[in-house]
């Protein structure tokens, strides 16, 4: 029974009441995103800005954001990056059913959650790369519009205090990349996005397990799973984000600047900026990773835990 209550138990998809878990999991998800979208909007900036020709760094970004543009300019395209919400869903979904397949061939639990994490993010970038396109060029217009192809038109510009500040519209976003680049521009940087996501799925689940198994060991029997969790995720989060920074970096330029060659955009990166270029955004990018991964492994966790068929919950040790 020690040895029992010393492991963290994985709560599995066949484990849940389906209409709570997803009720649920909207809020969890609205949560985490309104939280840390401003360092995703600074992470975009830093990493398709030339050198450091607007901001010097996270922080630095943040207090000249706030300055000129206020708490706004820290939301900006946040309404369209809402709609991930459906991706999310599907993240999740498509994560629990593939571990439960996979669990048919391999009961390893790495085994399980590179595969299904892996194949999670495929499904979600598919639905997030076009909502990603649009918000992305939202987030870099104001003080830093010279960083995209697209201008918003003189009479979206509002004047807010002191500064005038041009406030992206999503429509007409829309419009200027469909009349550029046709249907076609919405899924500019899918590679380039499944090449970072793809891995960097892969390897949080493996890391995140692989580390709150670790601290509960380390731990005192009587310390909290969801304690040892919370400490995990971060962690893994910023294994994952430091191995696969490069090629977020390859695609937010893609995707803002209009580039069609990942390969042609890694070489440009590493002529003009060297190998410092790889690293821009890691600190901000780590900085979101953090709350997020917090958030998701309470949020996620918890949620599980509520969402558990009634007649499991005695049978659980936490």
């Excluded at 598919?126 to 010279?146: E, F, N, Y």
């Excluded at 990773?289 to 835990?305: A, D």
Aim: charged share 20%.
């Amino acid at each position: 029974m020690m040895e029992q209550k010393r492991n963290i138990q994985i709560i599995e998809w066949e484990d849940l009441d389906k209409r709570k878990f997803y009720s649920l999991g909207v809020f969890m998800t609205m949560t985490t995103r309104a939280t840390v979208y401003p360092f995703t909007l600074i992470r975009t900036r830093l990493q398709v800005q030339k050198g450091k020709s607007l901001y010097n760094g996270t922080f630095d970004a943040f207090w000249k954001i706030l300055k000129a543009e206020g708490v706004r300019g820290l939301y900006r395209g946040f309404m369209v990056n809402t709609l991930t919400l459906i991706s999310g869903q599907a993240y999740i979904t498509t994560y629990e059913l593939v571990r439960k397949y996979v669990s048919c061939y391999s009961s390893n639990n790495t085994v399980k959650s590179l595969v299904a994490g892996g194949a999670a993010s495929l499904v979600a970038q598919s639905i997030t790369v076009p909502i990603d396109v649009v918000s992305q060029q939202l987030m870099v217009q104001g003080q830093g519009c010279q960083l995209t192809r697209f201008k918003l038109k003189p009479k979206l510009v509002m004047a807010t205090s002191k500064h005038k500040v041009t406030f992206g519209q999503s429509r007409d976003v829309v419009v200027q990349i469909f009349h550029t680049d046709g249907f076609r521009g919405f899924y500019r940087g899918y590679v380039a996005s499944l090449l970072t996501y793809i891995p960097n799925s892969a390897v949080w689940w493996p890391f995140y397990h692989l580390y709150a198994e670790q601290l509960s060991r380390l731990a005192s029997a009587d310390c909290p799973h969801l304690l040892l969790q919370a400490v995990a995720g971060p962690m893994a989060a910023a294994t994952a984000s430091t191995l696969t920074n490069p090629m977020d970096v390859v695609r937010a330029r893609v995707q803002v600047e209009g580039r069609s060659s990942v390969m042609e955009t890694f070489k440009q990166l590493l002529a003009e900026e060297g190998m410092w270029g790889l690293t821009k955004g890691l600190s901000a990018r780590i900085i979101s990773s953090t709350p997020t991964s917090v958030m998701i492994v309470i949020g996620y966790e918890t949620l599980k835990r509520l969402s558990l068929r009634p007649e499991l919950v005695e049978s659980r040790h936490w």
